[in-house]
């Protein structure tokens, strides 16, 4: 089973102002191309045909995602990031997964955790990290060679629902999938976009102010979800 790991910086400033930065990954590739080769042989020439092996990679979001807007303490319990209504998928507020290994492929699964959110020695108590309203999207190639990102309802890649993607930040065991393919269901690049999601306070009395940061991971597994 390949795993693939990447991390992308989530800030928060407890005035309260949380942002997020993340590097991007360079522009995630497409099926590899077909090389013919011919050669002379007495009166006979030989054609042979070499196709690149495909991968299976992923793209975090860009930066400051997500921005959860400022904050008065003890005032909310929860704290919200949510997109308008219409704002358009990108390559900053969705992530991407590509799987160009063709026939080979057997399905994947995307996860994400998330470290606790600090500032020197203080912790702010977070109980859980929620996203909520996510859409999923693939990517189509126009005649022109431009691409466009379109809301997908044919679940071949399924999204997982919001009461399963509870993460509990700094819990090493603490994990939620939020999209998965099965089979070569998953093939091209697939997205989710994150229009709204929640950090979750055990109290508003317990709230600290500060500039605060944590470290949101995403994990992606090669192989079937049905068979973990």
């Known amino acids: 089973m390949k795993v693939t790991r990447i991390s992308s910086l989530l800030v928060l400033l407890f005035s309260l102002l949380m942002s997020t930065t993340s590097v991007m990954a360079d522009p995630l590739p497409g099926f590899g191309g077909a090389h013919v080769v011919t050669g002379p042989d007495d009166n006979n020439s030989h054609a042979g045909v070499q196709f690149k092996a495909g991968d ?3 793209q975090a979001p860009g930066a400051n995602f997500p921005n ?3 904050h008065f303490l003890y005032a909310e ?3 919200n990031y949510k997109l308008a209504d219409n704002v358009d998928p990108t390559p900053d507020n969705t992530i991407f997964v590509t799987d160009t290994r063709g026939g080979d492929s057997d399905g994947w699964t995307l996860s994400a955790s998330v470290s606790n959110f600090t500032d020197g020695d203080q912790t702010q108590a977070i109980s859980s990290l929620v996203f909520n309203s996510a859409k999923v999207v693939s990517q189509s190639v126009a005649s022109d060679g431009s691409s466009h990102l379109n809301v997908n309802d ?3 890649v399924q999204q997982l629902a919001s009461d ?3 993460i509990k930040p700094g819990d ?4 939620a999938d939020v999209l998965k393919a099965t ?3 998953g093939i091209g690049t697939w997205g989710l976009f994150l229009q709204h999601s929640q950090l979750v306070t055990p109290s508003m009395s317990g709230q600290i102010s ?3 940061t944590a470290t949101l991971t995403w994990n992606l597994n090669a192989g079937d979800p049905t068979n973990v």
Request: glycine letters at 16%; zero cysteines.
């Open 210 to 212: 500060g500039n605060f």
């Open 56 to 58: 299976l990679s992923v």
């Open 77 to 79: 319990q929860i704290w």
């Open 172 to 175: 090493a065991g603490s994990s």
């Open 68 to 70: 959860y807007g400022k």
């Open 183 to 185: 089979g070569t269901s």
């Open 164 to 166: 399963q993607t509870s």
């Open 154 to 156: 044919s679940n071949s």
